[in-house]
């Protein structure tokens, strides 16, 4: 009985819709690319930054990537995003984290202009986004709601556990199914009872950070899990924070890794990217 949800499919829908509306913003004299920066070469980070590139070539916008090298300093990068920001053919900046230690994150992520901080992250867009004004939505959480609405899944009144507290996952999910009108506990590290509150989630969204944390023991019968996390194994291969072939039994819809939650922050990000370019007129 236990649904599989394919975010793989669900971001090619997303994809496909935006890929229509880039030809028609095109067809008005709009373009617009992503800049992409990268600064060393953690090889996870290739992986996506990779994908992120695919992705604007497939719905018809440029990439502009920066593979920095590790040593390159704080106040480079800042003269790098300064540029950006300027830069008319430019409708979004992206830094990938995590950055190298001698960079303050926090820095860079506020000097990317607001108008084109398509992951979301930059206080003004989190500030938008907490009392519900027009802003670019975090990719990660956007992408969930996304999952969720186009599987028919309904929030309203659900109660919604978030396994997670960070300002790029765990906040703005729990901000977003608030404003999806979901009941919402937000659990971390230093939550008791966690198994106890757990299984009293009709929506599940986990985002620890530990491969297959979650086992059936956690999930209510019949609930919705949403797996956030990604690891890679000795073997390369990849699962999620949630031990899928143990608790999909147990669910009534379930996102998968890799195939699930990954492919949609993409969709997002790309979303993001045509509404910069669509307030660019
Ligand atoms: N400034 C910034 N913005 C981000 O959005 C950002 C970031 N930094 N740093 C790293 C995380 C991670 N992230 C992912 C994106 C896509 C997949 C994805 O496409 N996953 C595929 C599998 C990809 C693979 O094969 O490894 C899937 O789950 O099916 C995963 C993870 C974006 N992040």
Redesign the pocket.
């Known amino acids: 009985m236990a649904k599989r949800i394919d975010?793989?499919v669900i971001s090619k829908q997303i994809k496909d819709e935006l890929k229509e509306e880039v030809a028609q913003l095109k067809a008005k004299g709009i373009e617009g690319s992503l800049a992409v920066i990268q600064v060393g070469n953690d090889p996870?980070?290739s992986?996506?930054v990779n994908?992120?590139k695919k992705a604007c070539e497939y719905i018809g916008i440029g990439s502009i990537s920066y593979e920095l090298p590790e040593e390159t300093t704080e106040a480079e990068l800042l003269d790098i995003i300064e540029d950006l920001n300027k830069r008319e053919d430019v409708c979004g900046i992206?830094?990938?984290?995590?950055v190298p230690k001698h960079i303050d994150e926090d820095k860079i992520i506020q000097a990317i202009s607001p108008k084109k901080d398509v992951?979301g992250?930059h206080p003004q867009s989190v500030g938008a986004m907490t009392i519900g004004e027009p802003g670019f939505l975090s990719?990660?959480p956007a992408g969930i709601i996304q999952l969720l609405k186009r599987s028919n899944i309904e929030i309203e009144g659900k109660h919604c556990v978030v396994i997670g507290r960070s300002n790029?996952v765990g906040k703005p999910m729990a901000l977003l199914m608030l404003r999806e009108n979901a009941t919402v506990t937000i659990a971390h590290s230093k939550t008791k009872n966690l198994k106890e509150l757990c299984k009293q989630a009709d929506i599940l969204i986990v985002a620890i950070g530990k491969p297959k944390f979650i086992d059936e023991s956690y999930v209510k019968e019949g609930a919705v899990v949403i797996d956030v996390g990604?690891h890679?194994n000795e073997e390369n291969k990849?699962c999620?924070d949630v031990d899928f072939e143990k608790v999909e039994p147990h669910t009534s819809a379930i996102t998968?890794?890799?195939?699930?939650?990954?492919?949609m922050?993409?969709a997002m990000?790309m979303n993001n990217c045509v509404e910069s370019m669509r307030g660019q007129k």
Request: with cysteine; net charge positive.
């Open positions: 975010g793989k996870a980070s992986v996506y994908n992120k992206l830094v990938q984290l995590p992951d992250f990719c990660t790029i990604i890679r990849l999620g998968p890794v890799p195939g699930g939650v990954g492919p922050t993409i990000l």
